[in-house]
């Protein structure tokens, strides 16, 4: 018979849980400090990669040894540190790399929001904007540095989920495609690839769009730029990828009633977010949700409240689609 674990203690629980936060700060270190391309293809000494990082050797071999002792990078008996699966994705030039996303949201201005979580729960008030003194869009606009790097992280997480995304879920036949906030427009070119008869659009704000626009490679798709708090283009297929839990439900509502009236008759919508459990358990969703009530002021929501605001604003929801993602898909059409 097998043997079966004891349960954790809850005193060490507690701390197992507490020390995430060192955990995480030594993890971010690693990515500021590129230290996954330091190590590079073949294993290297702490001398080495000090040199390369510029750091002293010894505070940087203590960090090593915490990332080892927890599964990124790996120590060999000869003191060289080599990568693993984990660590390879710290590398900025692997395919999949979440360097970049590891920098920008367990760092920085994320980090110093985290800090004033009090605020938010005392007050109401966005931590960011406590913080900050301004909202985090007004500062991305302020910090072009900030706003490529998170630009850089989204992109580079994002394309992890998409592949899966679409193979998950198949939405219902379109013409034009808007992919709205689509950053990049990564998602709706992977679902341009799927669809050759269809055309898309990647509506975001000017000056992004103005950024992207040379590197759309897919003669399918546009860039337009805007505000969706003002207007959207026509199309009869709208994509929400990580845009309304950004925003309060009096900001989403009003986003999706700009969609209603550009919308096709018999279009649809698609949100997809981290929707939460209608009854609470085990789900990555719930740190989201903290997430955006220190950064931005939204949220995540149920796929019932999400119902309750596509009915409010003239949709009817007629489908919620689970992928082996984070992502669920709330489909509805117009009405």
């Known amino acids: 018979m097998a043997d079966i674990a004891p349960p954790e203690n809850p005193i060490e629980a507690l701390l197992r849980i507490g020390g995430g936060l060192w955990q995480s700060r030594a993890l971010w270190a690693a990515a500021r400090l590129r230290i996954a391309d330091a190590i590079g293809d073949s294993p290297a000494g702490v001398e080495e ?3 390369k990082t510029g750091t002293r050797p010894d505070m940087l071999e203590r960090l ?3 990332l080892a002792a927890i599964g990124i990078f790996t120590r060999g008996e000869d003191g060289l540190f080599a990568h693993n699966d984990v660590s390879l994705l710290l590398r900025a030039d692997h395919p999949l790399s979440q ?5 920008s949201v367990f760092g920085g201005e994320h980090y110093a929001s985290w800090g004033d979580i009090e605020q938010s729960l005392r007050t109401g008030i966005t931590a ?3 913080h900050y003194g301004m909202s985090v869009f007004p500062y991305f606009s302020a910090h072009p540095e900030v706003a490529a790097l998170f630009s850089e992280a989204m992109t580079s997480t994002t394309r992890l989920l998409e592949a899966v995304l679409l193979a998950s879920y198949a939405p219902p036949p379109f013409t034009l495609a808007v992919d709205v906030g689509g950053s990049q427009g990564t998602l709706v070119a992977g679902l341009l ?3 050759p008869e269809a055309e898309g659009i ?12 040379p590197n759309l490679a897919n003669e399918r798709i546009t860039a337009i730029g805007g505000d969706f708090f003002e207007s959207v283009p026509e199309a009869d297929l709208y994509l929400l990828k990580l845009i309304l839990h950004d925003w309060t439900d009096a900001q989403s509502e009003a986003i999706l009633a700009n969609i209603r009236a550009a919308i096709r ?6 949100i997809i977010e981290a929707i939460l459990p209608e009854v609470v358990q085990p789900h990555a969703g719930y740190f989201m949700d903290l997430n955006m009530m220190v950064m931005t002021g939204g949220r995540e929501r149920k796929a019932s409240e999400y119902g309750a605001m596509l009915e409010k604003t003239g949709f009817r929801l007629e489908k919620v689609v689970t992928t082996p993602t984070m992502l669920t898909v709330v489909e509805a ?3």
Not at 99 to 103: A, G, I, K, M, Y
Not at 202 to 213: G, H, I, N, S
Not at 265 to 270: F, K, N, S
Request: charged share 20%; proline share 5%.
């Open 64 to 66: 090593l040894n915490a």
């Open 333 to 335: 059409v117009a009405v």
């Open 193 to 195: 690839s799927r669809h």
């Open 49 to 51: 990669i000090a040199g």
């Open 128 to 130: 960011f904007d406590h």
């Open 265 to 270: 008759p018999g279009g649809h919508v698609a």
């Open 202 to 213: 990647l509506f975001d704000l000017p000056d992004l769009v103005e950024q992207v626009r």
């Open 99 to 103: 360097r970049s996303f590891v920098e």
